[in-house]
């Protein structure tokens, strides 16, 4: 069955710093790959995706995203964080041979501090 | 935008009752799911369903069923509610199988 990993339960970083937020997963086959945040209170929404094409992804609120087939990773990042960045994310990933349900890793709460 | 509504935000239900919980989407979509969340294991499949009146099982389906009489709606229902089916409820709808899933703010359910 297909699994996603996120490896950091939690982390803390200062305003202003990168941040890097780790993701991989098992299955094999081609994967559809997906970084959600969700906010206090809030329901989940898309920060980017990747299907195909250049492996490095932008999404919104300047996150990036690089895909690494040899490492079945998907690590998100931001360059300088602001307070309002203080959420939880999500990896998520599908395959069509596995009828594209969408699986999720146990999440990444993300304090920042100021 | 496209929408997809939970028509309850917060339930307090007692052991032992019917549940239901319903999704509702405006965009026409053919796949809908419901997860249900937990701190520390992320969001779970309970079931999806890909067309009018067709429905899987996720990875936890035990104590949960579904409905799907109309494409804009998928119901969860608890058979017979109970204290470990406590958790934040989400249902998603995607258009097509690669296309990004839309989420409902979520129902969270007490069982007590």
């Given amino acids: 069955a297909q699994s996603v990993t996120q490896p950091d339960i939690h982390i803390t970083v200062s305003e202003g710093a990168s941040l890097e937020l780790r993701c991989n997963y098992s299955y094999g086959a081609t994967p559809y790959l997906f970084w959600y945040v969700q906010s206090p209170g809030q329901g989940l929404q898309l920060l980017l995706k990747y299907f195909s094409g250049d492996t490095l992804v932008q999404g919104i609120k300047g996150f990036e995203a690089e895909f690494k087939r040899s490492q079945s990773s998907f690590n998100l990042r931001k360059p300088s964080v602001h307070w309002s960045d203080a959420a939880e994310y999500f990896c998520a990933v599908s395959f069509r041979s596995n009828d594209y349900k969408l699986s999720f890793g146990a999440g990444t709460t993300v304090t920042v501090r100021a | ?112």
């Avoid at chain 2, 007692?14 to 026409?28: A, I, P, S």
């Avoid at chain 2, 294991?41 to 409905?67: A, N, Q």
């Avoid at chain 2, 199988?97 to 989420?103: I, L, P, S, Y």
């Fill in chain 2, 1 to 112: 935008d496209v929408k997809v509504t939970q028509s309850s935000r917060y339930l307090v239900k007692r052991t032992g009752e019917k549940v239901f919980l319903e999704c509702v989407q405006d965009m026409d979509h053919e796949n809908m799911f419901w997860y249900r969340q937990d701190p520390g294991l992320g969001l779970r499949l309970i079931y999806f369903s890909y067309d009018v009146k067709m429905k899987e099982k996720g990875d936890i389906p035990e104590g949960y069923s579904v409905s799907r009489e109309k494409k804009e709606r998928f119901s969860l229902i608890l058979e017979s509610a109970s204290t470990n089916q406590t958790s934040m409820y989400l249902c998603a709808s995607v258009a097509t199988v690669n296309t990004e899933a839309f989420f409902g703010q979520g129902t969270r359910l007490t069982v007590v």
